[in-house]
């Protein structure tokens, strides 16, 4: 079946634009989680939805990053004037519900901001 | 808070050779503990899971036991392949904490032929 599907793959923007990632869940599953990898970070946080609620954002680095999730499936993550230090790859992952179910990783957008 | 240490990498081997990559946590309750593998160019898979003490999680020739004594998850391989070349995240979830991921920096692997 179907995975987690991310877009776009890639992404370059200039620095103080506003960029949107898309997440596309498996069918079915709904819990959704956001994750950032960054060289000398590692994978980090950023926010959790259970159905289209998300009652963990305690990851997301500032007040320029939000997210939202429509009808219980796709997510869009959003970074508002955009800064060098979120250049990374932010990955999207979903597990059937918020238990202690696998959650299954996309492939990820790779986001470069000159 | 919840935290995951995984020794540093890169770790370099040859082929048939034996594999561990220690684990540990620090966790309040009793976390879920996890590793995924990141292969060059592609997305993180799930290897293996353990969802409380003692239980041992095993796939592809890999194994790592959840000792909570020692509070480690080492990954092990009896006899590492080329393809097992990849990047190895050590993982925990813990129920209190919305079930997010705290994740291990990473540990590379490279199997030589």
């Known amino acids: 079946g179907a995975g987690v599907s991310q877009s776009p793959s890639n992404k370059v923007t200039e620095k103080g634009k506003d960029v949107e990632l898309r997440c596309d869940p498996i069918?079915?599953?709904?819990?959704l989680y956001w994750y950032r990898q960054s060289l000398g970070q590692g994978l980090e946080f950023l926010i959790y939805?259970?159905?289209?609620?998300?009652?963990?954002k305690s990851g997301l680095p500032s007040d320029r990053f939000s997210a939202e999730r429509t009808g219980g499936s796709v997510s869009t993550l959003t970074i508002q004037r955009t800064q060098q230090e979120d250049s990374a790859v932010y990955l999207c992952a979903s597990s059937l519900t918020s238990g202690r179910d696998t959650q299954y990783f996309g492939p990820g957008t790779r986001l470069t901001v000159l | 808070g919840d935290s995951v240490t995984q020794m540093e990498g890169p770790v370099t081997l040859s082929e048939e050779a034996f594999l561990t990559i220690n684990c540990t946590y620090t966790a309040t309750g009793y976390p879920s503990l996890f590793w995924y593998v990141q292969y060059p160019g592609e997305g993180l898979q799930l290897l293996l899971k353990a969802t409380k003490a003692d239980d041992k999680g095993s796939n592809k020739g890999f194994e790592a036991t959840y000792r909570k004594e020692t509070t480690s998850f080492h990954l092990e391989k009896g006899s590492v392949q080329v393809s097992d070349s990849a990047v190895y995240f050590c993982?925990?979830?813990?129920?209190?904490?919305?079930?997010?991921?705290?994740w291990g920096l990473g540990t590379s692997l490279a199997v030589n032929p």
């Open positions: 939805f259970q159905g289209n609620s998300a009652p963990d």
């Open positions: 069918s079915g599953h709904t819990a």
């Open positions: 993982a925990l979830m813990n129920a209190g904490n919305n079930r997010k991921l705290i």
